[in-house]
């Protein structure tokens, strides 16, 4: 299509913009039909997107598919791991919401392996496949989420406790921990504990249950929910703003500054980056059960910001040598972009869809990680759509010392505003932000007396 660097950084970015879209709707849809069906929707939603995008007869229409995959990608983040956080047993959390981590890098791996394989068809025909092929994954997720249970924690919200005891009964290590669950998700939600039929009846609250939301998560919240709000916007920025989509969306032209030349190897040298992603998330997965959330954290941001300074001196120094090769540099570069995407997948990678979808209270906790998403979304599309404009007005090694300085400020954060979740229930969260049971218990009475009403009723 002959576009432009400019066109190019728009299309790159502007999914971003488009999935803080999908990212709120995702939220309401997942509080009125469920986290099961909103993945059906998430997933439908890419699929066609997809085929847009493959089908493009002009720009214009690639970025209408662009906007329907960024209202897709929206859904997807926010329902995934919150889904997941809420279905797992304590015991398993963290490494089965690492998941969603997981498999979006087996996603690019797959991504950068099939664009080298496709590479060989006709120019014409070779993009559309590249980006068509997205449709098939979804379509498959959309069929099988059937499979799944719903969330027991959004069964308890809406009264159905037969049905949440069911789920929690096959997804707890042990039948007293299903009922301890339980119990603790009914509190949450403000139904007393002797309240235990089949079906309750949740009254609505006044002014409507979003207002209320909004209300408690934004306009007037307690000390211990800004922390827990500030907490989950720290990490959403701080994962995009030290650069990983600089790295991955644009690492073709990052190895070529390397000097690194031909489709060949700048293909082989992303797919070798892909690997290293894909290997180091599953260490990552195995190991924030055991080790837990901080550690993981402090250690990913530290490689991270060291990585950072290695890329940007490399490519600084074969940017002055634009006539001759300086092999150091190009290795420094090289090993710099592989430790740097490990460093990243061993923590801030996977770590901030898992701590996002455990922090929020259970009331907030669809909203509180749309909002999270948002952020996420938004440094995503700053940091995407600027990344060449920025590499021309202050070197791309200079672009890559500025992530580093952002990076340093990010280690100071996490080590101030992040305590460790590893281990602890879902309700139990909110007291190392400072959330008191006395706290909780005032803003759930009117709602349990409702709640007794109801089931009167």
């Not at 306009?219 to 995009?240: C, K």
Request: with cysteine; net charge positive; charged share 15%.
């Amino acid at each position: 299509m002959q576009i432009t660097d400019v066109q190019l950084e728009i299309m790159m970015g502007i999914l971003s913009v488009y999935a803080l879209i999908g990212s709120f709707l995702g939220a309401r849809t997942s509080d009125w039909v469920g986290r099961r069906v909103t993945v059906v929707f998430a997933a439908a939603i890419f699929t066609t997107g997809s085929l847009l995008m493959g089908f493009a007869v002009n720009y214009a229409m690639l970025m209408v598919g662009r906007f329907v995959t960024g209202i897709g990608v929206g859904y997807a983040i926010m329902v995934a791991p919150v889904y997941t956080a809420e279905v797992s047993p304590a015991s398993a959390r963290g490494f089965l919401t690492s998941f969603t981590e997981v498999f979006i890098n087996v996603g690019i791996l797959l991504g950068y392996v099939s664009n080298y394989a496709f590479a060989r068809l006709p120019l014409h025909l070779s993009w559309r496949v590249m980006l068509g092929i997205g449709a098939v994954p979804s379509a498959l997720l959309a069929l099988m989420v059937f499979g799944m249970p719903e969330s027991p924690r959004w069964l308890v919200m809406k009264g159905r406790l037969a049905d949440a005891r069911a789920v929690l009964a096959k997804t707890s290590d042990t039948p007293e921990e299903a009922v301890e669950r339980l119990d603790q998700i009914k509190a949450a939600a403000g139904i007393p504990r002797e309240l235990d039929g089949d079906v309750v009846v949740m009254p609505k609250t006044k002014g409507g249950q979003e207002k209320q939301v909004w209300k408690e998560l934004i306009f007037s919240p307690t000390p211990a929910m800004r922390r827990i709000l500030l907490a989950a916007l720290g990490i959403h920025f701080f994962q995009q703003a030290t650069g990983s989509d600089s790295v991955v969306l644009y690492s073709p032209r990052v190895f070529q500054s390397a000097g690194i030349t031909g489709d060949n190897h700048l293909l082989g040298a992303t797919c070798a980056m892909g690997v290293m992603k894909t290997l180091f998330i599953l260490v990552a997965t195995f190991q924030l059960d055991r080790v837990g959330r901080r550690p993981l954290l402090l250690t990913s941001t530290a490689g991270m910001l060291a990585c950072l300074i290695g890329l940007g001196t490399g490519l600084t120094v074969v940017g002055r040598h634009p006539d001759a090769k300086v092999p150091w540099a190009i290795g420094l570069c090289i090993v710099s972009i592989l430790a740097y995407v490990s460093f990243f997948s061993i923590g801030l990678g996977p770590l901030t869809s898992v701590y996002t979808s455990e922090v929020f209270p259970l009331r907030v906790r669809a909203l509180g990680f749309a909002l999270g998403a948002s952020c996420n979304r938004v440094t995503s599309a700053a940091v995407s759509m600027s990344f060449l404009s920025l590499s021309k007005a202050i070197t791309i090694g200079g672009s890559f010392f500025l992530y580093a300085g952002i990076a340093a400020i990010g280690w100071i954060f996490f080590f101030t505003f992040i305590p460790e979740t590893r281990g602890l229930p879902l309700e139990e969260i909110g007291k190392l932000f400072g959330m008191t049971d006395t706290a909780v218990e005032a803003q759930d009475t009117a709602t349990k007396d409702k709640a007794k009403v109801g089931e009167m009723n």
